[in-house]
């Protein structure tokens, strides 16, 4: 669908810049927009690349595991019916970790392996499994302790002091993560 939509927007506004004399500016504004986003993405990799690296240092140590078992509490109540020894189990443990670190992107490879995990035990194959909602549910809310995300863009447009985001973050992502786990839950438990 935004493969029709983003090309039609595009057509309006050229058309729309041709006729209202505007379409030197239009130009000018996709060659800055093209230079700001390069500028961004190199900004962005440097921190995914920094955050990549220690979301695998702590896979390869005993880190990751140490902080699964802090969240297996949590896990057991979000999702009931992983058993604590499904490779699920621990790619869940690992995607809530980096989510919580602010890794979106190193996160999102993790959330995907924890649902085809999810999806072979699934036996419902054309049917989310209350698990799989709950995963999705999850990572919608983006529980986040360090918005890396956030900060570097922040920091990328020389803000005073990118990291004053903090604390809403934390409200924000606190709220949506426990509303998500309680709606779920009540959908789950209410909507069979």
Same mark, same amino acid.
């Given at each position: ?18 006729? *209202?004399?505007?379409?030197?500016? +239009?130009?000018?504004?996709? @060659?800055?927009?093209? #230079? *700001?986003? +390069? ?18 240092? &702590?896979?390869?140590? *005993? $880190?990751?595991?140490? !902080? *699964?078992?802090?969240?297996?509490? $949590? ?6 019916? +992983? ?23 190193? #996160?999102?490879? !993790?959330? !995907?392996? &924890? ?11 054309? =049917? ?14 983006? $529980? ?5 995300? +956030?900060?570097?863009? =922040? ?18 992502? @606190? #709220?949506? &993560? ?15």
């Amino acid at each position: 669908m935004l493969n029709i939509l983003w090309p039609i927007f595009i057509i309006i506004s050229y058309i729309y810049a041709l006729f *209202s004399g505007n379409l030197e500016k +239009v130009n000018n504004g996709i @060659f800055e927009s093209a #230079s *700001s986003a +390069v500028q961004l993405t190199i900004t962005f990799f440097g921190t995914i690349t920094l955050w990549c690296g220690i979301m695998q240092i &702590a896979k390869d140590s *005993s $880190l990751s595991q140490k !902080l *699964s078992k802090l969240l297996k509490p $949590l896990i057991k109540f979000i999702f009931p019916d +992983v058993n604590e020894n499904d490779a699920a189990h621990k790619e869940i443990s690992l995607n809530i970790i980096a989510n919580i670190l602010g890794l979106g992107n190193a #996160s999102t490879p !993790l959330g !995907l392996k &924890a649902m085809e995990s999810l999806q072979e035990k699934n036996s419902s194959k054309n =049917r989310l499994s209350d698990s799989m909602a709950m995963l999705v549910l999850i990572n919608t809310a983006s $529980l986040q302790l360090i918005p890396t995300t +956030v900060i570097s863009i =922040r920091a990328s447009l020389n803000s005073s002091q990118p990291t004053n985001i903090i604390l809403p973050v934390w409200i924000a992502t @606190f #709220s949506a &993560a426990f509303i998500a786990i309680v709606l779920g839950k009540l959908f789950i438990k209410f909507g069979k």
